[in-house]
């Protein structure tokens, strides 16, 4: 078994770093998701939604940096094309959305496929005791678990 710098088995390492990939790649998909609907979205509850919009793609952005910097962290290369993302991402892509129930249900049907690919990893990360990689995906989670009950509230849905 070879260990990287950080400590962690090189050959464990580069399949997390797989995962992180999809994840990165799913990630700037919602962001993007994310970006389209806070410029489309019409209605009366336009103000609301614009400014939730704004949160959430500012979040995502930040993320989408800290998943490329783990990846580096862990001696692997991050995606960087929007060709890469497109191949490899599982959240849907949203187009011309201006609804907003359709727009927080793509929030919602993105969220959950990021938690799948996140509890995916965090089950992983734990495995190889990837403490830096388990401590962000189990943040995520946390976070986005409540986002996803928020948004079906809003929808008049149950978790």
């Keep these: ?7 962690l088995d090189t050959k464990k390492t580069k399949s997390i770093a797989k995962d992180l990939n999809n994840l990165l790649a799913s990630f700037q ?5 994310l970006r389209g609907i806070h410029w489309n979205i019409k209605g009366k509850r336009f103000f609301d939604l614009h400014v939730k ?3 959430l793609y500012t979040d995502a952005n930040v993320k989408v ?3 490329a910097e783990r990846i580096l962290t862990l001696g692997e290369t ?18 011309n959305i201006s609804v907003d129930e359709k727009a927080v249900k793509l929030i919602v049907d993105s969220l959950t496929e990021l938690l799948k690919i996140e509890r995916q990893i965090l089950d992983l990360s734990g495995e190889v005791n990837d403490e830096g990689t ?3 995906m189990s943040d995520f989670i946390t976070e986005q678990e409540k986002t996803v009950w928020m948004m079906k509230a809003w929808l ?3 978790v």
């Design 29 to 33: 998909i919602y962001y993007q998701n």
């Design 1 to 7: 078994m070879t260990l990287n710098s950080i400590g």
């Design 53 to 55: 919009f704004e949160e």
């Design 134 to 136: 388990n401590s962000m």
């Design 156 to 158: 008049g849905e149950s």
């Design 65 to 67: 940096d800290e998943i």
């Design 78 to 95: 991050p995606l960087h094309t929007f060709e890469d993302y497109v191949k490899v991402a599982k959240v849907p892509v949203g187009k």
